[in-house]
């Protein structure tokens, strides 16, 4: 059954596939391993759920994917992938900026002002943070963000 | 005059789905790799919600785009078994939700109790 997972984990966009996909693999064989044990009908319905569950967020992966909608891998560097050469608290830092500047243009483009006031604030302390950790790890040039 | 600190609401564009809520739930107690997440999941559901490989991974990964959980590599473990914890900005949008689940059941209690009357 392993096998066929691995084959429908094609169904997903590649860079989905890199990144979660042995993961995957690994989780939906200890759900197997254990369910054997329970008997054929529960191993089935596992199996069943398994392939439907995949199918069905693939496909949705793979909207996303296209449309990029939800995905703020387009605007920042992602979590997932962090350049070797960069320092995860550096990566973290900038990711933080990032999501507090898109909850910045949220609540400004919603008009609720209080709410943009805050992330403000957030974004102002996420950007000194950023910029103690690039200090840190002796970054001159501070990234660009978006 | 007395100033009163108050927690700014954060608006969502939309409402958090159950998968995305528990997982964060289960992260907030302690950092946990995929199948540690199912398992853990299923028990605070009481049994009632077993996430499939795929709706995790799914919502894994909307949670790292959004920055509100970050994997690391755990010191004895396999790629296979990368760790997830919550960030701080996860724990802070879980807070808002569960505040929101809070304010929602006080109205719905409200609510039944002026029928009952």
């Given at each position: 059954?392993?096998?066929?997972?691995?084959?429908?984990?094609?169904?997903?966009?590649?860079?989905?596939?890199?990144?979660?996909?042995?993961?995957?693999?690994?989780?939906?064989?200890?759900?197997?391993?254990?369910?054997?044990?329970?008997?054929?009908?529960?191993?089935?319905?596992?199996?069943?759920?398994?392939?439907?569950?995949?199918?069905?967020?693939?496909?949705?992966?793979?909207?996303?994917?296209?449309?990029?909608?939800?995905?703020?891998?387009?605007?920042?560097?992602?979590?997932?992938?962090?350049?070797?050469?960069?320092?995860?608290?550096?990566?973290?830092?900038?990711?933080?900026?990032?999501?507090?500047?898109?909850?910045?243009?949220?609540?400004?483009?919603?008009?609720?002002?209080?709410?943009?006031?805050?992330?403000?604030?957030?974004?102002?302390?996420?950007?000194?943070?950023?910029?103690?950790?690039?200090?840190?790890?002796?970054?001159?040039?501070?990234?660009?963000?978006? | 005059?007395r100033h009163v600190a108050t927690r700014p609401a954060i608006e969502h564009p939309k409402a958090l789905t159950e998968p995305v809520v528990l997982i964060l739930m289960s992260l907030a107690a302690q950092p946990r790799h995929g199948y540690a997440l199912i398992k853990?999941?299923?028990?605070?559901?009481?049994?009632?919600?077993?996430?499939?490989?795929?709706?995790?991974?799914?919502?894994?990964?909307?949670?790292?785009?959004?920055?509100?959980?970050?994997?690391?590599?755990?010191?004895?473990?396999?790629?296979?078994?990368?760790?997830?914890?919550?960030?701080?900005?996860?724990?802070?949008?879980?807070?808002?939700?569960?505040?929101?689940?809070?304010?929602?059941?006080?109205?719905?209690?409200?609510?039944?109790?002026?029928?009952?009357?």
């Amino acid at each position: 059954m392993g096998a066929v997972f691995r084959v429908l984990l094609y169904l997903y966009p590649q860079r989905h596939r890199e990144l979660l996909g042995s993961e995957m693999q690994a989780v939906f064989e200890q759900g197997a391993q254990e369910h054997r044990l329970l008997g054929p009908s529960q191993y089935l319905r596992f199996v069943l759920l398994e392939v439907c569950g995949l199918v069905l967020h693939a496909a949705i992966a793979q909207f996303a994917n296209a449309t990029r909608r939800g995905y703020l891998e387009n605007h920042v560097r992602s979590t997932l992938a962090p350049a070797q050469d960069i320092p995860h608290e550096v990566i973290e830092a900038q990711n933080r900026l990032a999501v507090n500047i898109n909850q910045l243009s949220f609540a400004i483009s919603h008009h609720q002002f209080v709410q943009a006031r805050f992330y403000k604030n957030e974004e102002r302390k996420a950007r000194e943070h950023l910029r103690q950790m690039q200090e840190k790890y002796g970054f001159r040039d501070p990234q660009p963000l978006p | 005059m007395r100033h009163v600190a108050t927690r700014p609401a954060i608006e969502h564009p939309k409402a958090l789905t159950e998968p995305v809520v528990l997982i964060l739930m289960s992260l907030a107690a302690q950092p946990r790799h995929g199948y540690a997440l199912i398992k853990d999941i299923e028990a605070l559901s009481r049994h009632r919600v077993r996430l499939s490989t795929g709706t995790l991974y799914g919502a894994l990964r909307r949670l790292l785009d959004e920055g509100w959980i970050e994997r690391f590599e755990q010191e004895d473990t396999s790629r296979d078994k990368q760790a997830y914890r919550l960030t701080s900005e996860g724990r802070r949008q879980l807070e808002f939700e569960l505040d929101r689940f809070r304010e929602l059941s006080r109205a719905g209690f409200a609510r039944l109790r002026l029928g009952e009357a």
